[in-house]
């Protein structure tokens, strides 16, 4: 019944690995995100795909990388895991069109994820 | 360019109106959106605003939008110690597909 779940909830890995972390929403949305919420709780947009095609790109490092399987599905690869990388990694959906926006976006309940 | 500005902390004691403020610069933005993050938890969505609305009541919640200074605020009535969490302003633009966020106020409501 979760709408939009994310897993893992919690990653801890060392530096130097490389880790992924899985989206998935069941609301029928057309557009996914990433977004990135650091220590002082500061949310900050990654990438953003609709239908399958990345719209958002921030100034993100290359070393994040999105994926869209489908319009249900967003994942996100991170290479050469930094100290810096360590935050909380939150995936969203909406249904954009007019009308539609104004339900906002819909949260995962995020990844932890702490690099060592 | 567009940008959200909240304050980061308010303590109120239980039982007490809060009272969260938020400016934006976007002069074009259609929505206006209250979110809630509870400790540990993701954001929820709490309320919205139509930018042609000027105050939208939802029971304990009273969001206010005054366009000319580009100024929303979210009241909360009767504040329990279940609304101590962050609480996010954010505003969708006429042609942008992204929301600008605000940095997150600070709820603490004290017994």
């Known amino acids: 019944d979760t709408a939009v779940s994310q897993t893992p909830k919690y990653l801890v890995t060392q530096m130097g690995n490389d880790k992924s972390i899985k989206c998935e929403q069941n609301?029928?949305?057309?557009?996914m995100y990433w977004y990135k919420q650091d220590s002082k709780k500061f949310l900050k947009i990654m990438f953003s795909?609709?239908?399958?095609?990345?719209?958002i790109n921030e100034t993100v490092p290359n070393r994040f990388s999105p994926k869209s399987p489908d319009k249900a599905h967003l994942n996100l690869h991170i290479n050469s895991l930094e100290l810096g990388d360590s935050a909380v990694y939150f995936c969203a959906s909406s249904q954009d069109g007019q009308g539609e926006f104004l339900r906002g976006y819909t949260f995962g309940s995020g990844t932890r994820l702490t690099v060592v | 360019g567009e940008d959200v500005e909240q304050s980061l902390f308010l303590s109120v004691r239980e039982g007490d109106s809060s009272v969260i403020n938020c400016t934006y610069t976007d002069s074009s933005s259609t929505y206006l959106y209250w979110y809630k993050q509870e400790p540990g938890a993701g954001l929820q969505l709490l309320t919205y605003i139509f930018s042609n609305m000027d105050m939208k009541q939802d029971q304990r919640l009273t969001v206010l939008l005054n366009k000319k200074d580009k100024h929303l605020s979210l009241r909360i009535a009767d504040t329990q110690t279940g609304d101590s969490a962050i609480y996010f302003c954010a505003e969708k633009g006429g042609n942008n597909r992204k929301l600008i966020w605000g940095l997150g106020t600070s709820l603490a409501v004290n017994p």
């Open positions: 609301l029928g949305h057309d557009t």
């Open positions: 795909y609709n239908n399958k095609e990345l719209i």
